[in-house]
Structures are given as C-alpha cells and as structure tokens.
C-alpha cells in the first residue's frame, strides 16, 4: 500500500498548528475517520490486568455508539482495544510514530483497510524508520490535539505520558481510568 496525503478537517488542522504540530498527515484507509468526535485513547505500559479487561469491556458499546478511536495503538492495552474494536466491525485511526516508508498493514488490519473502517496515518516523512521515545511522544501530542475526548485507562505515576496529559489536553474531556478526571493534578 502505497501512502497518500490525508486532509485533515479544517479544525483539526487549526488545533495541529496552534499545538505546534504538523497538519500535514500521510496515510493509507478511509480519511473520513479523521472528522470529529473523535475518541483518544492511550496508556502507560504497565497496565494491570484489571484495567485492560474494564476497558476491554467497553469496546462493544463503543462499537454500537459508532465511536471512531484514534491512538497509536502501541501499548499492550491499546493492541488488545484494536484487535477487539475491529474484530466487531469497528473503526479506528492508528498512528504512526515513525514514517511509512516500509509499512505493511498485519493481517487483521488488512480487511478493515479495504472496508474503510480503518486509517493509519503518520506525521513523520518517510526517512524516520524506528519508533523512539521522541516520536512516540510527538504521535501522543498529534493524537491528544486529534481527538475531542480522551480515555487514559492507567497512567504511571511520575511517567512522560502522565506529564503529556496534564500539558496537552487543556479544555478536553479527559477520563482517567474510565472516570472522568475532577482533580487538578490530572491523577
């Protein structure tokens, strides 16, 4: 699959800019999926076990509402929200951390693709081969400034993406372990 410029909806691009972010995606999928609301979805690592089966658990209703999710699909609990959101018919955006220069969609993204219930998509050009900490950090920044709402299931304390939340999703719904969060320190 070869990749193609992804339009961003006009609010989006202004909120990417604003954010410091690129507007300018490239992709392969549906990029219809990119029109708001959309769902942001990422976690620490660690995740206990618990945590992934709650969250596992709303997939299907998310699936009915016709929620779209956008994440980069990386941590163990994010694959496993993926794997479920599309065996049921669900849509999704995934993105990259680096270019998709070599890029091969597995096989359980693949019928997704060709159905238009899936778009991975990245900011990164094509030379940037290898997902660092940088741009994992970068994909977290371009997805929370992506998404209108965003779902942090587990976060470890004192973690990068702990201090990502707190700087980057100002004015969002942000719902830290499925509630939504009420404190000031973002825990």
């Given at each position: 699959m070869e990749p193609a410029p992804v339009p961003l909806p006009s609010s989006l691009g202004t909120q990417c800019a604003s954010a410091g972010l690129s507007a300018a995606l490239s992709g392969v999928g549906n990029a219809a999926l990119l029109h708001p609301p959309l769902l942001g979805l990422c976690c620490s690592r660690g995740c206990p076990g618990g945590v992934i089966i709650d969250t596992?658990?709303?997939v299907p209703g998310w699936v009915v509402q016709g929620r779209v999710l956008v994440s980069g699909?990386?941590?163990?609990?994010?694959?496993?929200?993926l794997r479920s959101?599309?065996?049921r018919g669900g849509c999704a955006v995934k993105l990259?951390?680096?270019g998709m220069a070599d890029y091969r969609p597995p096989p359980e993204e693949r019928e997704p693709l060709a159905a238009g219930r899936l778009l991975v998509a990245t900011?990164?050009?094509?030379?940037?081969r290898r997902i660092t900490r940088k741009t994992a950090l970068a994909r977290n920044r371009q997805m929370i400034a992506l998404a209108t709402e965003l779902l942090v299931p587990f976060v470890a304390e004192g973690s990068p993406l702990a201090a990502l939340v707190e700087q980057a999703a100002p004015g969002k719904s942000v719902y830290l372990g499925g509630v939504a969060a009420?404190?000031?320190d973002g825990r």
């Open positions: 596992i658990e709303q699909f990386h941590a163990p609990l994010e694959q496993q929200v959101l599309l065996r990259l951390a680096r900011a990164f050009p094509a030379e940037v009420a404190d000031d």
